[in-house]
Structures are given as structure tokens and as C-alpha cells.
């Protein structure tokens, strides 16, 4: 009998009869425990072990900084004014540089320049801000205001060195601003050298969180305080009168003491495209003539818009009565003059200067 089950079973399972059963027990569960090891450690593997090349979620799309600067100017009322067109590299943000508000009146340091609008002039604003090695100082406009008012720095011939305050560059101490911290340069445009308060009492989003400009880096110009209201603690802002922002990377501010405004760019900006006022041209081609400061000052002076357009600056210095008044040409762009002013010796003067176009 034992020898038929022999020759009926395979060879792997043929056990000796004398073989205790008890001895195979050990080896049964011995195996069974490591094949069920074995199988909870692929199980387990497959659910913890993270993938080798793990596929990073996709970045958050850029802001659209284009979007940005048109609301800025139209939630600040002056879209009816301000135009905006962008490319794929820059905001330009056109107007005439010709402010509503009041213009001129207070000023004591005049330089015999008066404003003249300027229609054509486009502000380029980076849509892609990205800030520079090192930061930036122009003799120029470094931005503007959404008011379509170009902002310079503090001083009176720009390229100053940001990091040493010139008392003697001061627009602002050296009363050469109006009451609205604006003032017209040798292009005869009209321009702020600090905060322009006119402007900000007249927007209609007027508040610590509202953009009164954008510097020509893309990054947005804030009044004194942080947007949420919260005061600007002392030694906060840089040397470009800025600090680091959630939103946008980086923001400007004006501020009472000096700098006052943006005083140097810290984003990368293209010469190229910087926008410049130039002096108006006569008839001759001959440009119009920078004024020259009166020593000491003038008094009274009193700037008056008419409704036919003419435009009268009057002011006394040392006794004598001086002025400059002009009004639209029969010819676009151009301005009928007559001026008796310190500059010229007192001499009346008469010539008609135009706007040379912007390229």
C-alpha cells in the first residue's frame, strides 16, 4: 500500500511515513510569514514612497501689470485724460504733462519757465519689473503720475548721487515748487518734484491704498503712508525712497522730509525709451531760451488762465514788475508769446514757439 502511494505522488511532495509532523509545522509557517512580509512590504511601498521625479505644480500666472495701471488711472478719475496702450514690453501712459489743478502760484524761486501743454508725451512703464544691480539716477522724468504728470526727483539737475542729500539742489526748500509741489522746466512742461497733493486731494480713490503713480521701472508710487494706513517706520524706506511689496515686488513713496518722492530707479529701465521735453522751437528753428533764476527770489507771482486760452505769469522782483503771457497760435502746437522778465533784462519781447513733435 505505501509503496503505490509512493509511485501515484510527485516527486516534491514524497514524504518518509516515519517523518513527525510536528517537524514540518515550523517550516510551513516560517515560509508563510515571509512571503506575507514580503507582499506588506511592496503594499506599503507603493503607498508611501513618493516618486522619483515629482512634476512641480505650474507657477502662478504674472499679474497683468497692463490691466494694473489702466485701473490705477481709472480708479483715480483721469481716464477722461490719460490714455494707456501696452506691448508686449512696456505701458505707455500718454497725456499732455498739463495738470487741472491749480499751477505755479507760490512759487518764489522761479526760473522764468511757464507751462505749456505737451500733447504726444507717453510715460513707458515696465510690465516685466526686474530689479537692477545696481539703482539708477536720471536728469529727467523718473516716472509719472496717474494724472499723466511726469515725476523727477528732489533736485534741480537730476544725476545726483542718492546717497548724500543736497540741500542746495532742494526744489522743494528752495521755493522753487508751487503750492502743488509742481513747477515747469526748461521744456516749459509742467512736472512734480514731490508729493503732488493737488492731484492726490482731487483722485477719486484718494487714500493710503490708492497708486498715485508708476515709476518708468513698473513698479507703483504709494503716498507717506503703507497701503493699509499703517505709518512707514523710520529707516524703512531705501536710498530710492522704496521698500519691497507682497503684490508687486517692490513700491515707491513720497514722503515729508527729503528725498520726498523717487529719488533713483532700482528696476532696470532702457535709456532708449525715456521720454524728454525739449525746448520749443521759433519760427527760425532757434529753440526758446532757458530762464535764469532772479537772484533772491521773486514776490507775488500769479499764475492766471483766461478763457481763451491765454496764459499770464506775473511777478515783482526788487520793485520792478515782470511777466510772461502767451495763447494758442493760429499754428497747432505753437504759442504766441510777449514776456518782460528778469532773464531778458526787463526787454518786452514777442515770438511765436512751438511743440516739436515726439518721436
Known amino acids: 500500500m505505501v509503496e503505490r502511494l509512493h509511485r501515484s505522488m510527485p516527486a516534491v511532495t514524497v514524504v518518509e511515513e ?77 497725456g499732455d504733462t498739463y495738470p487741472d489743478h491749480d499751477k505755479m502760484n507760490g512759487i518764489i524761486g522761479t526760473n522764468e519757465q511757464v507751462p505749456v501743454p505737451a500733447p504726444g508725451y507717453e510715460s513707458p512703464i515696465a510690465l516685466a519689473p526686474v530689479k537692477a544691480a545696481q539703482v539708477k539716477t536720471i536728469d529727467a522724468a523718473l516716472g509719472v503720475a496717474v494724472n499723466g504728470v511726469p515725476i523727477y526727483d528732489y533736485s ?116 532708449a525709451v525715456l521720454p524728454r521735453v525739449p525746448p520749443m522751437d521759433n519760427a527760425a528753428g532757434g529753440g526758446k531760451p532757458p530762464g535764469m533764476p532772479p537772484q533772491g527770489g521773486v514776490t507775488n507771482l500769479v499764475f492766471d488762465e483766461a478763457a481763451d486760452g491765454t496764459r499770464t505769469m506775473s511777478y515783482t522782483h526788487q520793485g520792478a514788475s515782470y511777466y510772461i503771457k502767451y495763447k494758442p497760435s493760429a499754428q497747432d502746437q505753437c504759442y504766441d508769446f510777449e514776456q518782460k522778465t528778469v532773464t531778458n533784462g526787463g526787454v518786452v519781447q514777442a515770438d511765436t514757439f512751438c511743440r516739436k513733435p515726439f518721436p
Open 156 to 271: 534741480s539737475q537730476g544725476n545726483l548721487d542718492p546717497s548724500v542729500y543736497d540741500p542746495k539742489a532742494d526744489t522743494k526748500l528752495n521755493g522753487q515748487l508751487d503750492h502743488c509741489n509742481g513747477h515747469s522746466g526748461r521744456g516749459d512742461d509742467y512736472h512734480y518734484h514731490a508729493a503732488p497733493t493737488c492731484m492726490i486731494e482731487a483722485m477719486k480713490n484718494k487714500g493710503p491704498a490708492a497708486i498715485i503713480g508708476w515709476a518708468f521701472d513698473g513698479y507703483p508710487i504709494y503716498g507717506n503712508t503703507n497701503p493699509d494706513g499703517s505709518a512707514i517706520a523710520a529707516g524703512t524706506l531705501d536710498v530710492c525712497n522704496g521698500q519691497d511689496d507682497e503684490t508687486f515686488g517692490y513700491r515707491y513713496h513720497t514722503s515729508d522730509a527729503p528725498p520726498y518722492v523717487v529719488q533713483c530707479l532700482v528696476g532696470q529701465v532702457d535709456d
Open 18 to 94: 516515519d517523518e513527525p509532523m510536528l517537524h514540518r509545522i515550523p517550516i510551513v509557517l516560517a515560509f508563510g510569514a515571509a512571503l506575507l512580509a514580503g507582499m506588506s512590504c511592496v503594499t506599503e511601498g507603493t503607498k508611501t514612497n513618493p516618486p522619483v521625479n515629482p512634476i512641480p505644480p505650474p507657477p502662478p500666472p504674472p499679474p497683468d501689470r497692463c490691466a494694473q495701471i489702466t485701473a490705477s488711472i481709472v480708479e483715480a478719475g483721469f481716464d477722461n485724460k490719460v490714455t494707456v496702450t501696452c506691448d508686449g514690453t512696456y505701458a505707455f501712459v500718454g
